[in-house]
T-cell receptor, first 116, second 114 residues
């Protein structure tokens, strides 16, 4: 069973360009979370999605950021018109659909975004 | 609102000595607590969790953590540190069972010196 997959692992963009980050959850997992890690800081929650639904986007910046998790295919985190402050490591995590106390989140290797 | 505090940015320990990485939390309702480890340029790896039951939780790689409700703490411990334990450690909390997001501490960098 492959773990959480993220691609690309490294992404370089110039200011004003768009960044698309992809996340394929573990097999059988239907819950996806996106977190952002700034240098020397912990992970900050951005958005929580289930298939075709955004459950909680309280951590997402109001502008330029969007996320989706379609019925087929990976979850996508999209950042439009990137700025230098968007440079960070973006981690995706997934968990199984069963509600209960054993739902630790499994993390992908992250995408490191650098904005020039 | 939930929060996690890791009061030490850096912990240094000699190989073979016991180690403790501190974590305190604030949450309404029952806490669900987790420890993760991050190696350089890697994602987070799950170490252990406290949901209910025994206050001493055993996890991966010989790590354990002690839940203390009165002190709202969940310190990570290992009896004998290895150089390979050197990494960034994150404590996280969730306030209810289910699939809610995790709230992370800022992390503590552990250096084990040979």
């Amino acid at each position: 069973n492959a773990g959480v997959m993220q691609n690309p692992r490294h992404l370089v963009r110039r200011r004003g360009q768009e960044a698309r980050l992809r996340c394929s959850p573990m097999k059988g997992h239907s819950h996806v979370y996106w977190y952002r890690q700034l240098p020397e800081e912990g992970l900050k929650f951005m958005v929580y999605l289930q298939k075709e639904n955004i459950i909680d986007e309280s951590g997402m910046p109001k502008e330029r950021f969007s996320a989706e998790f379609p019925k087929e295919g990976p979850s996508i985190l999209r950042i439009q018109q990137v700025v230098r402050g968007d440079s960070a490591a973006y981690f995706c995590a997934s968990s199984p659909p069963v509600r209960g106390p054993y739902n630790e989140q499994f993390f992908g290797p992250g995408t490191r975004l650098t904005v020039l | 609102a939930q929060s996690v505090a890791q009061p030490e940015d850096q912990v240094n320990v000699a190989e073979g000595n016991p180690l403790t990485v501190k974590c305190t939390y604030s949450v309404s309702g029952n806490p669900y607590l987790f420890w993760y480890v991050q190696y350089p340029n890697r994602g987070l790896q799950f170490l252990l969790k406290y949901i209910t039951g025994d206050n001493l939780v055993k996890g991966s790689y010989g790590f354990e953590a002690e839940f203390n409700k009165s002190q709202t703490s969940f310190h990570l411990k290992k009896p004998s540190a290895l150089v390979s334990d050197s990494a960034l450690y994150f404590c996280a909390v969730r306030s209810e069972s289910g699939n809610t997001p995790l709230v992370f501490g800022k992390g503590t960098r552990l250096s084990v010196i040979a």
